[in-house]
Structure formats: C-alpha cells, structure tokens
Nanobody, 126 residues
C-alpha cells in the first residue's frame, strides 16, 4: 500500500522559511513526485515537481515560486522535500505531496497524480 505522509507545515511571517517533508512508502518504482497546493476557494495548483532518471534529475516550478522554492529528493530515506524561502501571504494554502504520475505528456505541474498525501497547512502572515 502506497503511503505519502507530509510534515513541516506551520505558521510563519512573510519573508520567513519552511521546509516540508514527504515520506513515501510502499512504492517500489518511485521516481517522480510533486508538491501541489490548494488555497481556500481555489483549484489545486502544481508548485514543484522532481523526476529522477538514470542520468540525474529534472525539476519544474510554477512561475509564482521560482527562485524561492526548491524541491529535492533523498532516495536513501524515500523522502521528498520542499524548501520554501521568502514566503509571501499568497503562499498560504494546504500543501500536498503527490506521486504516481498519470498525466502522460501533460504539463508536469498538472494535478494528475495517483497517490496523494493528507496535506499540511502553511500559513504566511503579512
């Protein structure tokens, strides 16, 4: 059974930082993961994606977080991270970790994932 468990959310002031973690278990072919977020009254938004290939990794970021967020993955502990710096009030949302890409050739930031975590709240006050 595949499980994704997020941690690291919380409340922070604008300009601050948080690091989210997502522990992945039960997924032997895990090689691509993403972070998405959903603000109240809005549809889920892809934030960052990382794909691991034999020659290295590829990352994708939403324009709204480029230069501020960094996605990374540690295969030794089956965990994907999202380092969030220079946080803004508009980053406030529930953040979800996802894996098991089902989107084919769609944009990597699309919300087409089979497995989702339970979500972790990030609140940024201005």
């Amino acid at each position: 059974q595949v499980q994704l468990v997020e941690s690291g959310g919380g409340a922070v002031q604008a300009g601050g930082s948080l690091r989210l973690s997502c522990k992945v278990s039960g997924y032997p072919n895990w090689n691509r993961s993403g972070w998405l977020r959903q603000a109240p009254g809005k549809v889920p938004e892809g934030v960052a994606v990382i794909g691991i290939q034999s020659g290295g990794s590829s990352t994708y970021y939403a324009d709204s977080v480029k230069g501020r967020f960094t996605i990374s993955q540690d295969n030794a502990v089956n965990t994907v991270y999202l380092q969030m710096d220079s946080l803004k009030a508009e980053d406030t949302a529930i953040y979800y970790c996802a894996s098991g890409w089902t989107g084919g050739s769609a944009s990597p930031l699309s919300p087409f994932w089979h497995y989702w975590g339970q979500g972790t709240q990030v609140t940024v006050s201005s």
